[in-house]
Each structure stands twice: as C-alpha cells, then as structure tokens.
C-alpha cells in the first residue's frame, strides 16, 4: 500500500530511532552544517542589529523627522532596487562556488556596514545614507538565499523540513537578539546620529563572522556541483544573470506545490508591510502620550520581540504540523490564521485616547505575535517546499525570486499605505484591506489545490 503521507513531506521516523538518527547526522555532517547555520545566524544578528539601528536612527531619531511617504521611500530604496536585480544574481547561486558567493558577500557587507557608520558620524542626509544601507540590505538578502540553496548540500533531503524549523528558532533570536543589542546602544548613548554610528558599526560583526566560517567550507561543497547542468554549459555569467528570473519562474510554475508557497509569502508580506508603518506611526505617536508601556524606539524593539517568539513558536510547531496537513493545506491554515488576526487589528487600531490605549498596545502586540506564527509557518512550508521540489542547478534562482517576492511586496504594500494612513497610523480602512488580501490569497491557493488534484492534471504536484 502506498504511504498515506501528503504531500512527499519524509515523515519523521520513530522517537528513539529519530535521536539515533540525528546523532549519526552530526557525526557525519555535523561540521558542515555547523559552519553553515553558523553562517546564517551571524548574517542574520548582524542584520537584526542594522535594521534596529536604522529605525532608531532614522525612524524615531529626533534630529532626523520623518513622515509617513518619507519612511515608505526610505523602505523602497531599501529594498526594491535589489528586488529588481536579485533574480539575476541569484543565477549566480547556481553558476558559482557558492562557498566563495557566502565569503565575499559577507567581507562586501561588513566594508558596506562600515563606510555607513561613518556616514552617521558624519551627519549625511538621508539620500547617500539610505543607498548605502540598500546595498547593505541587498548584499544581505543574497547571503541569505545562498545559505538556504546550499543547505542540501550538507543535510539529508528527509531531515530539511525539521532542521529549517531549527535553523529558523535560533536565527529568529539571533536576529531579535541583534535588535536588542542595537536598542540597548542607542539607548545608552542617547538618540541621535552617534548613538546610530556605533550601533551600525557593532553590526558588522555578523558579516565578519560569516566570512570566516564560509571560508572554512572546502571548493564546491556547497555546490553546485561540477555535473550540474548550468556549470556545464559555455554560458557567460551576463546571459545567466539576465535569464535568471524567467528560470526561476518557470521552476515555481511547474511545481503546484511551488506556486502555492510563493503566493502565501507573497500575499502575507504585502499585508506585513502596511501593518509595518502601521505599527511604526502608533509607537511614534504613542511616545508623546502618557501610556504605561513603552513606546517609541523600545516600544518597536518590543513589538519586534513580539514577531519573533510567534516565528520562534512557529519553528517548533512546523515540523508536527507539515506531515500531518501537507504543504499546502499548512499554507492554507497560515493564511486563515492571518486572516483572522488581521481582522481583530481593527479594534486595537481604532482606540485614540484614554485608558484603553494601554489595551490596544497589548492588542496590537498580540496580533504581531501571531501573525509572526503565521507568516514563518508560510514561510518554512515554502522553503521545505522548494529545497524538495526544486533540483539543485535552479534553487538558488527560485530562492533569490523568493526574496524578490519578499520585498517587492513588502514596499508596494508600504506605498500604497502611505498614500492613505494618518500621521498617528489608526486606519481601519488599512487594516480591512489586510484582510481583504489575505482572503484573496486563500482563494487562490484553494483554486489551485484543486487543480492540482484533478487527474491529468498539466500542473506537478508530487516531488
């Protein structure tokens, strides 16, 4: 009989023969994959710590204003210039040593990091400060897609859903962590442009880090490997690069399973990202008011800790609730769980003034909680998805368009908010359009499965 397993998920094997199996694991490539997740952690401290000094430099800095169009362009140049680019690049994933990709990108990030430190103590505008941070953030997204095309290479295909729920757990506290590092500068030294200095500059130390542990990886052991089909052909990086995206795109669209992922990412980054300027503009407004909890630069850190232990809680459940739902049913439940959540956002918004501001905050705490649960859950189904469905010589292009998804989404969502929210960021109006895209999105997913499941179906939905 064949195995009632949805989906092709490997099922976790038997406790005591689980704990034999994952102690021979780390004998026999426990140091490759050490030095990896060593690589993804770093990057991804070094990266909580940025951004936080970013917002508090930038977001909530007293000398440096900003309004609610000037922190959606500041999140554009951020982001979208690298999401034009990032396809193309991630071509290179599957052309080149990606052990020398991880080094070089880390020693690129840290000089970056470096040189917008000085820009901070320098007193630079915010044009020159935020193109330097974009090539910060971008040569950061590519370390990232690089670690996850590379994971394969170093663990077995049954163990990835439970190790990416792992590597999730620890990077989603690395990065709070980070964060917290970079609040606690701040706050010691006092808001302002030297406070951000050295709290952009102590970020470097996860690039630096990243670069000696890639560095210790030998020639091609994180692939691709020299029988892969694109190491193969005499194809000139320049034409990889520019057909990079359609490669990647055609790889999602063969794989039904592929293309319901991109979308439960794609659909809960563009809610994301006007709850983000929501959440921003509540906490900056909310810093001039007499409220008990905190708000203003720590009240973010807050609501970014909030984010991180429901992506933590979700690292634990999505190993458990994968085998069990499939992939894509798990991405259904996400999407419904956000969409509730989302729609209880409208009372914690709506509240003004008074003694129920304190409740709202809680409120407004508790939802980035559980739609940080929600998001990650999406967001490891999607990359278990893709490290199973996707053959190696395309994985580090559909990653590399997986992160296009990610910000692409994410500013056009911050854009669009900008154009409508109130300075004090209580708009219902947002907030229902959140949910109306998340609607949206699990009527897609569901049209698609049953696609998918109709026999004779042109659509792959198996491995």
């Not at 590597?167 to 030297?194: D, E, F, K, W, Y």
């Not at 069990?324 to 956000?338: F, I, M, Q, S």
């Not at 580090?396 to 004090?424: H, S």
């Amino acid at each position: 009989m064949a195995d009632p397993r949805p989906d092709d998920v490997p099922a976790a094997p038997g406790r005591p023969a689980a704990r034999r199996d994952l102690l021979r694991l780390l004998r026999q490539s426990g140091a490759g994959l050490r030095r990896l997740s060593a690589v993804r952690f770093a990057g991804q401290f070094g990266d909580g710590m940025f951004q936080a000094a970013l917002s508090g430099a930038i977001l909530f800095n007293p000398e440096r204003q900003t309004d609610p169009p000037a922190i959606a362009a500041g999140f554009a140049v951020l982001l979208l210039p690298y999401s034009v680019i990032g396809p193309y690049a991630g071509a290179l994933l599957d052309r080149w040593d990606r052990r020398a990709v991880l080094f070089v990108a880390n020693v690129l990030r840290a000089l970056l990091i470096g040189v917008t430190s000085v820009g901070f103590a320098l007193g630079i505008t915010d044009t020159p400060l935020l193109l330097l941070a974009l090539a910060v953030v971008g040569v950061g997204r590519f370390v990232m897609a690089g670690v996850s095309a590379a994971l394969p290479r170093v663990l077995e295909q049954r163990w990835l859903v439970p190790m990416n729920s792992v590597l999730a757990t620890v990077a989603s506290g690395c990065a709070a962590a980070g964060a917290a590092a970079a609040v606690a500068i701040i706050g010691a030294i006092g808001a302002g442009n030297p406070a951000g200095a050295v709290a952009v500059a102590a970020s470097a130390s996860g690039s630096v880090i990243g670069a000696v542990c890639a560095a210790r990886f030998a020639p091609r052991a994180l692939g691709p490997g020299d029988d892969d089909p694109a190491t193969d052909r005499p194809v000139s990086s320049v034409r990889a690069i520019l057909t990079g995206l359609r490669t990647g795109a055609r790889a999602v669209r063969e794989s039904a399973h592929c293309t319901i992922a991109m979308i439960g990412i794609g659909v809960h980054r563009i809610v994301f990202g006007a709850d983000t300027l929501l959440m921003v503009l509540v906490l900056r407004q909310s810093a001039n008011e007499n409220s008990s909890l905190s708000a203003g630069l720590v009240g973010f850190g807050v609501a970014i800790a909030a984010t991180a232990a429901g992506m933590l809680l979700a690292a634990v459940l999505a190993p458990l609730v994968i085998p069990r739902l499939g992939r894509p049913r798990t991405v259904l439940v996400g999407l419904l769980t956000a969409l509730v959540v989302q729609s209880a956002l409208v009372t914690p918004i709506t509240v003004t003034h008074g003694a129920n501001t304190d409740a709202a905050h809680r409120l407004l705490l508790a939802g980035a909680f559980l739609l940080g649960l929600a998001g990650q859950t999406v967001k490891l189904t999607g990359d278990a998805t893709m490290q199973i469905d996707i053959d190696d010589s395309r994985r580090g292009q559909v990653f590399a368009l997986q992160d296009t998804v990610f910000n692409i989404a994410f500013v056009l969502a911050l854009a669009a908010a900008a154009l409508v929210v109130p300075a004090d960021g209580r708009s219902i109006g947002v907030v229902l359009a959140g949910s109306a895209c998340y609607a949206v999105g699990i009527a897609a997913v569901a049209v698609i499965m049953a696609r998918s499941a109709r026999p004779g179906s042109p659509i792959r939905s198996d491995r």
